[in-house]
């Protein structure tokens, strides 16, 4: 119950920043702009680019106002503020990507042979490399960003964003003119090593979290 007290008081807190002002115009605008004139692998990497600064804002509204103190003296322990994290940026990414298949469904219907359309993005695929992109991304920006203070944050919000592009570039290779957005025949195998590279990756970033935030001097 802490937990999700803590997920609500985080999306209240910064709800309509992220949301309103920050997911709903960059799907809107990103879908006018990169459909028409990209294929669907740069529209993919932008889009995922834009949520992981959307769960990254949090982290740094937080940090320039000092509210983990004020987070520290409630009476939650460290793991359920760690889990909160962790819940409230899957929480953001969840609402951000429905934000892109809806602005990407809009958009689709005003453009004639677009570079990239709705049935492109709409696949299994697609949702698998982005929601594989913002796990990778929160997994290593937020054991990190719990160590250091605002400037410090920043610093490995970049480093995560460029680890997780090139990463994630060159597996998929989304860059190349003739990319799938659909799964082949073979792609079970890459599915299964993917899906347990992020579960291990996420529970290796959980276990750091606990570690740096229990040492932590507020």
Known sequence: MMILQLILKDIRAYGSLIFLWILLPMAILNSLFSLRFYPVGGFIIAGCMVIAVACSILSFSEKKKNIEILTRSLPVTISEIVI???????????IGMIFYYIGTYIVNQIYINP???FENINSPKVLFIATFYL????????PVMLKFRFLGSILAFVIAMFATILITVSIFKPY???????????????????????????????????????????
């Open 135 to 142: 796990l990778l991304h929160n997994a290593l920006f937020i």
């Open 176 to 218: 190349r003119l003739d990319f799938n957005p659909y799964f082949g025949t073979n792609d079970s195998i890459l599915i299964s090593t993917l899906t347990l590279f992020a579960i291990l990756i996420l529970v290796i970033a959980f276990t750091i979290s606990l570690f740096v935030y229990k040492r932590k001097e507020f």
């Open 115 to 117: 570079k990239t359309n």
């Open 84 to 94: 909160a994290r962790f819940l409230t940026s899957v929480t953001i990414s969840i």
